[in-house]
């Protein structure tokens, strides 16, 4: 795809010929109108999904002063813990498509019995997987190479959050479902509530504040557990009082259809393999970096950490702008579709482009937030600025994945992502830490080139404009 593609011209867009209508890159509906409706959504999503992540960074600030090995546990856990998590995304992306299409077909009573049978099925999923993920985690922390004090915290922090699976599955729905009826506001708020309440929790539960019992690990899981339950409680309640737009009640609860949730599941089973698949990579490359010691997973794991929240403003904006992008569909305006995705990828490429040089040019001071002794600082620093060089292809893969979710279309990332994950990241990071002999920064080498590869097979897959013909 020539890079013009991605950037504002004058031409007709090739996707204006899918409608009987004209839509240049010039006209207002193109700019001020598309850039307007994709900030309302984007930006409350930003907001809330900062929020959401700075509880799992705020985990990681405060477990950081426990020691290197209690973060070390908590990077041990996080790569499992995204490979479970995973079976969210088959329910997850399937009600993101199906709850935006109904919406913006006008459709009411339908957009309402999606929502429902979306809870349903994320709380079937939840309990599924949660006793599975109990029962595995000692044995695959030991996989990976967990021993000892490193061993043992992660799997005392792990079994709580799948005990809390049960909440954290639906949690996400309340988000989405709002987002899916155009109100990211009402999101953001409950987003917010809920992060609040962790980060203020946590040091109470870790370090045994007010006569709090020290559960340390376990004080930052159970702040995590605590919080989902009720955010999900009180969305619950909101959605069931009519405090939205769509309202759950029995009645609807009722008409809750098992084929719709497999159509649900349908859409999202892809997206749920292309995540399954990515998660299974960390936890297969964690074990390649887990060769240099504990330091360098250490300064691996915090470095992930705040590299997932700066990405929040690029992930708001494909939370935005998936919802609209069904909405559009939905309304049979696959021109609009396609202008709406475009737009959101140049906004993402600026912001993470910003975001690149920032980190880079402050590396050494955001990595004394986590640590500040020696070797952490040295591996820290390298780290971040390697991994600056990557953040504008994260934006490319966020966002165009987003748009195909948006549109139902959930093979295309599930493909990317397999080959991303095992044919260019494993073995270029095996190839430039250990055959080359470059250490810890050719790890993050091998990062960088396999997202620059991977990112050039989404735009390729994306300018093809099929996902704008998928029917949901």
Known sequence: MPAGDLTTGSSVLPGASLEDKSITDSSPRSTRDIYRSIWRMGYPSMIGFAATNLY??????????????????????????????????????????????????????????????????????????????YWLTPRIMVVLGAEGVVLRDAVTYGRILFFGMIFNFPVWTVYTALRGIGQPRAAMILMIGSTVFNAILDPFLIFGLWGLPRLEVAGAAWASVIGFGLTVTIGLILFFAGAFKARLSLSVLRQAHISTMWQMMKIGIPSGIGAMSFSLARMAVLPLIARFGPAVVAVYGAGNRFIEFGEITVVGLELGMSPLIGHALGAKDKALAWLTARRAIEMGLAIMGVFALGTFFFAEPITMLFFRESPYVELGVTFFRVAAVAFPMLAVFILIEGAFVGAGDTVPPMVIGIIHAWVLQIPLVWLLAHGLGFGPTGAWWGFVVAAALGALMYVSWFARKRWLEQVV
């Open 56 to 133: 799992t960074l705020a985990d990681m600030f405060w477990v950081a002063r426990l020691g290197p090995e209690q973060v070390a546990a908590l990077t041990f856990f996080a790569a499992f813990y995204w490979a479970v998590s995973s079976f969210n995304m088959i329910a997850g992306t399937g009600s993101v498509a199906v709850i935006a299409r109904r919406f913006g077909e006008g459709d009411m009573r339908r957009t309402e019995i999606a929502i429902g049978e979306a809870f349903i099925l994320k709380f079937i999923l939840a309990a599924m997987v949660c006793g599975f993920g």
